[in-house]
């Protein structure tokens, strides 16, 4: 064991609640560490994107050896890293970064860990022709996995149709893959021809219940992944279930990025199915506690 706990952040806005540090402790208690990790939550503290550089400053002083960074500010700590990983700095995101003697270093777990979950979770899926629905920041990350995966054929759709066709052009750009853009409305008629939707909005989630497209586009050859992990089975999923579907949960990538989080901070890689049941507990003890 190190001289010294492991002393870990998690910065955002309303992180209070987050179920990462805990999932983070309770597997370096089983690994024998001595683990601390907290979060640094810019709405409790009355913080903004702006204190960003001061509260990593803060951190460096005060001997963090790593923070997670998660809305609002993956793109923003770009600033105030001395190295990115190309796979982040090709994302333009970061959610970890690691305070050591030769600088701050960013990375991105959440692409990394969507494309661990997918090649544990459903390795035999086809790829030729994958719709997804949702283009935002963890969008972004999953598109990216998708296409490392060797997804053939992707279409991303979006309620805002220019965020869908700008992160088209830039995968496209980066990958070398005709990737399209398109208005969610179309989604019916890309999903008739699709081997597999990923749904990566916050419909589903127990603060965003429902359906985030119509129950008669899924059929038993479509595969489904939800990147919603509260509720792990989200109406989407069980829905697809009932017609026979292969289905892919959230939780497998919320693992996944803590995984690789984990082992980027320690040098130690951890038991993702032991994970994978601390995770389960966490949630079934906060929706008991709800």
């Known amino acids: ?48 994107v702006e204190d960003l550089g001061a509260t990593l400053d803060w951190a460096e002083r005060l001997g963090f050896d790593a923070l997670n960074v998660t809305h609002p500010c993956k793109q923003a700590v770009l600033a105030h890293l001395d190295r990115v990983d190309p796979i982040a700095a090709a994302l333009g995101a970061v959610n970890t970064v690691l305070l050591t003697p030769e600088g701050r270093i960013g990375y991105n777990t959440d692409t990394t860990g969507f494309e661990r979950a ?13 719709v997804q629905l949702g283009a935002g920041g963890a969008g972004s ?31 496209t750009a980066r990958h070398g893959v005709t990737v399209l853009g398109a208005a969610a409305q179309t989604l019916p008629a890309h999903l008739a021809g699709a081997d597999g939707v990923v749904h990566c909005t916050p419909t589903g989630m127990a603060e965003h219940p429902g359906l985030p497209f119509a129950a008669d586009l899924l059929r038993p050859d479509l595969w489904v992944a939800d990147i919603v992990y509260r509720p792990y089975l989200t109406e989407l999923l069980a829905t697809a279930r009932s017609v026979g579907a292969p289905t892919l949960d959230g939780g497998r990538m919320a693992v996944h990025q803590a995984v690789d989080a984990f082992e980027l901070i320690t040098g130690i890689h951890p038991d993702p199915s032991r994970m994978t049941d601390h995770l389960h507990r966490l949630v079934a003890d906060h929706d008991a506690a709800d």
Do not use: K, N
Request: charged share 20%; net charge negative; aromatic share 4%.
């Open 141 to 171: 990350a999953v598109a990216d996995a998708l296409l490392r995966l060797g997804a053939q054929r992707l279409t991303i759709l979006d309620l805002d149709a220019a965020r869908a066709l700008a992160l088209a052009e830039d995968l």
């Open 1 to 48: 064991m190190r001289d010294r706990p492991y002393l870990v952040g998690l910065v955002g806005s309303g992180v209070t609640p987050s179920l990462t540090p805990p999932m983070h402790m309770v597997e370096a208690t089983h690994l024998g560490l001595s683990y601390v990790y907290r979060p640094i939550d810019m709405t409790v503290l009355g913080l903004d």
């Open 118 to 130: 997918f090649r544990d979770g459903m390795p035999d899926a086809p790829l030729d022709r994958v």
